[in-house]
């Protein structure tokens, strides 16, 4: 079974999670932010990742440390969930509609952080989230995973169902990614014969 346990504390956030990569969507979040328990609520489902995550972040100030710290240790679990990398697909893809939102997104789980963000988000807010934090949890995740993720905007004006359909649309490109190609159980996808 790929379950981790991950922590981290810091003078600005206080992060405690549980990632299992072949549950069955069951969650349990609590960041302090009403949007990010949604949006990663959504995730949880749609990858059929399990996850239990609990965040006390200096929100007070605003919730850029807390949604950069929780993708920091959300993609540290992945990282230490998969372990070398072994068996899995490495990529995945997912274009997703979500109303009249239509987004792309693809990952390779290749050690190579790298964001491509062409998400074109109308508003700077959703509620009280700055959705220019999307970006930062992609950065934070990417560099703490070692994966590219590219995601795109190719249709949409509404900025809940953009930031929707993007977190949606990851977590089933991830979920792919991840999967285990039962033929090639005890092959690493690379020719370099390592991906960390």
């Not at 998969?82 to 068996?87: E, K, N, P, Q």
């Not at 009249?100 to 990952?107: G, T």
């Not at 807010?125 to 990417?142: N, Q, S």
């Amino acid at each position: 079974m790929r379950i981790v346990k991950s922590a981290r504390r810091t003078d600005e956030t206080e992060i405690s999670l549980t990632l299992n990569l072949d549950g069955s969507g069951i969650y349990d979040v609590d960041t302090g932010c009403g949007f990010l328990n949604h949006m990663l609520e959504l995730f949880s489902r749609h990858g059929r990742f399990d996850l239990t995550l609990a965040c006390r972040g200096d929100v007070q100030v605003d919730y850029h440390h807390t949604v950069e710290d929780i993708a920091i240790v959300l993609g540290r679990a992945f990282s230490e969930a998969l372990g070398d990398r072994a068996g899995i697909n490495r990529y995945g893809t997912c274009t997703l509609p979500m109303d009249e939102a239509l987004i792309l997104a693809a990952v390779d789980i290749s050690g190579r952080p790298a964001v491509g963000y062409a998400l074109e988000v109308p508003t700077e807010k959703v509620g009280d989230f700055d959705t220019e934090l999307v970006e930062e949890f992609l950065l934070g995740f990417a560099r703490s995973l070692g994966c590219a993720v590219h995601v795109r905007r190719l249709a949409g004006t509404n900025s809940h169902h953009i930031i929707e359909g993007m977190f949606k649309a990851l977590a089933r490109a991830l979920k792919e990614a991840v999967a285990i190609d039962e033929k090639y159980a005890l092959e690493i996808p690379s020719t370099k014969g390592t991906i960390l």
